[in-house]
């Protein structure tokens, strides 16, 4: 087998680094999609920061974010630094916003107009929850299985260049010493079939295991995705009820 390896040439070396790191990215995305929270986990992990949020506000949820871990905890860390980021825009547009209303209300659309300009306001400001919600959970689910991907992509034509490169040898040899001594092309030849085969069994496996991981991915996403939405609407009724968290 060394010598089958040997065999190979130099392109044997960035195949095998990458039989190494699919197999290590293989590993760990099973691992990360197996420890998906169950319902009922997820549920009391909401609930949890749910109530750390009303009861301690912003700065209770902070230290139990930063002391949890897992996809949900990544996903809400996420969405309150981004609700953060929205209050200050809004604050930085506030007096914008205060001349839409009085626009609104001179214009004949009184409390109505008021209540439609602010309810605007908090449409977007969800509208952006849900996206961050999205991003975050599909940052952690999705981490390293675009390398994967490259990986099955690029193995192939690793044992290609491989393969012209044992071609080369072998036709440099033959000028040399002439065809008539087969053992002349041997181990052009050789390198050839053998980086070609070996970039087809690092690639073939790579994309067979990224086109399962992301499907487990795209499934674990859309349950993540529930309780985001949650702790997002939770996020925007806090901030309207206790303005001072």
Known sequence: MWEIYKSG?????????????????????????????????????????????????????????????????????????????????????????????????????????????????????????????????????????????TIGNISPLLGLLGTILGMIIAFESIAVAGAGDPKVVAGGISQALVTTATGLIVAIPSIVVYRYLSRRADRSLEEVEVYGHAFANTLIMSQRTKPSA
């Open 9 to 149: 040439g130099p392109m044997m070396v960035p195949l095998t680094i990458c039989a190494i790191m699919a197999i290590a990215y293989t590993i760990e995305r099973s691992w990360i999609l197996s420890r998906m929270p169950s319902p009922e986990s997820a549920k009391a992990e909401l609930d949890e920061l749910e109530a750390a949020l009303l009861n301690g506000g912003q700065a209770a949820v902070v230290e139990q974010c930063n002391q949890g871990k897992g996809v949900l905890n990544f996903v809400f860390s996420s969405l309150l630094r981004r609700h953060n980021t929205l209050l200050i825009e809004q604050r930085e547009f506030q007096q914008t916003q205060k001349e839409i209303v009085n626009l609104a209300v001179s214009a004949g659309g009184g409390d109505i107009g008021r209540f439609m300009v602010m309810q605007r306001e908090l449409e977007d400001m969800k509208s952006e929850l849900v996206i961050q919600t999205e991003e975050a959970a599909r940052a952690y689910l999705g981490k390293n299985l675009p390398i994967l991907f």
